[in-house]
T-cell receptor, first 112, second 118 residues
Framework: KNQVEQSPQSLIILEGKNCTLQ??????????LRWYKQDTGRGPVSLTI?????NTKSNGRYTATLDADTKQSSLHITASQLSDSASYIC???????????FGKGTKLSVKP | DVKVTQSSRYLVKRTGEKVFLECVQD?????MFWYRQDPGLGLRLIYF???????EKGDIPEGYSVSREKKERFSLILESASTNQTSMYLC?????????????????FGQGTRLTVV
């Protein structure tokens, strides 16, 4: 069964600190993996996309990594800001014509 | 800039009412999707459409129907709302169509409709 598991479920960090969110997936065949950011009460917005051949992708203070062998991805946030408080959702596409498989998200709270 | 617009941010409806949730996208996308999002469950696909008048069931279609009469508009219909349909509903669109969903196509989401059925 295609699944995407995210950890931790929730995380509280102080402003200015770094953090790393994890995503493990059992999706076959793998097409691509996206990280979305979802602010409270809003729709998700894409941060990065990674295909099978890509190991690292950056978007400002966000850096995503992908290890296709172990089927793991991480999202690293550098020098966190209060505006980073949101849910981060890992989404894997199953095959080039497949549906999106969503993780349940990690809720990040950045405190001053 | 891609824009996916849902007609309401918040809705309160009574049990048994027929409810229409509307979604419009302005980027000429072939694919449109309806998800619901509940705490601890993440996003679950209700229905999607890859072309006008075409629709396919997602993971949880029971109690819902959809309509796609025009390419830019995708409606979700709750025929007889029930309290277990209280949820956040998210519409999304992407390029592609049925046979070309694309390797890198991104799903763009609307702002969500929080529906409460009382």
């Amino acid at each position: 069964k295609n699944q995407v598991e995210q950890s931790p479920q929730s995380l509280i960090i102080l402003e200015g600190k770094n953090c790393t969110l994890q995503c493990n997936y059992t999706v076959s065949p793998f097409s691509n993996l996206r990280w979305y950011k979802q602010d409270t009460g809003r729709g998700p917005v894409s941060l990065t996309i990674m295909t099978f051949s890509e190991n690292t992708k950056s978007n400002g203070r966000y850096t995503a990594t992908l290890d296709a062998d172990t089927k793991q991805s991480s999202l690293h946030i550098t020098a966190s800001q209060l505006s980073d408080s949101a849910s981060y959702i890992c989404v894997v596409r199953a095959g080039s014509q497949g549906n999106l498989i969503f993780g349940k998200g990690t809720k990040l709270s950045v405190k001053p | 800039d891609v824009k996916v617009t849902q007609s309401s941010r918040y809705l309160v409806k009574r049990t048994g009412e027929k409810v229409f949730l509307e979604c419009v996208q302005d980027m000429d996308h072939e694919n449109m999707f309806w998800y619901r999002q509940d705490p601890g469950l993440g996003l679950r696909l209700i229905y999607f459409s890859y072309d006008v008048k075409m629709k396919e069931k997602g993971d949880i279609p029971e109690g819902y129907s959809v309509s796609r009469e025009k390419k830019e508009r995708f409606s979700l219909i709750l025929e007889s709302a029930s309290t277990n349909q209280t949820s956040m509903y998210l519409c999304a669109s992407s390029l592609g169509g049925r046979d070309h969903r694309g390797l890198r196509t991104e799903a763009f989401f609307g702002q969500g409709t929080r529906l409460t059925v009382v």
